[in-house]
Nanobody, 122 residues
Framework: QVQLVESGGGLVQAGGSLRLSCAAS?????MGWFRQAPGKEREFVAA????????YGSDSVKGRFAISGNAAQNTMYLQIDSLKPEDTAVYYC??????????????????WGQGTQVTVSS
């Protein structure tokens, strides 16, 4: 069983930046970020595939995000710039114990963190 620990959430003014981190207790193949705002479904934000070293982002954050990973520490980082009030949500880190290219589908992830609140004030 892999444990995921998120950090880096908080209150940010619109236009600011935020860096989230997710540390895994064991090996993972894909690590992703999802977010869920009140009354809305959980949506894909970004993902990183360790075996090919490739990052992916949703249309909602493209051009505003940077995702990177430290394989030696099983840690993934997500930085989002130019934050908007609509980015306000609980951000969840997720990971898979197997290789998959279906990285935007939350059902493919078998490990989840507890979530970290990101609030963007206008």
């Amino acid at each position: 069983q892999v444990q995921l620990v998120e950090s880096g959430g908080g209150l940010v003014q619109a236009g600011g930046s935020l860096r989230l981190s997710c540390a895994a207790s064991g090996r993972t193949y894909v690590m992703g970020w999802f977010r869920q705002a009140p009354g809305k479904e959980r949506e894909f934000v970004a993902a990183f595939r360790w075996n090919i070293g490739t990052a992916y982002g949703s249309d909602s954050v493209k051009g505003r995000f940077a995702i990177s990973g430290n394989a030696a520490q099983n840690t993934m980082y997500l930085q989002i710039d130019s934050l908007k009030p609509e980015d306000t949500a609980v951000y969840y880190c997720a990971a898979t114990g197997f290789n998959t290219d279906d990285y935007s589908n939350p059902k493919r992830y078998n490990y989840w963190g507890q979530g970290t609140q990101v609030t963007v004030s206008s």
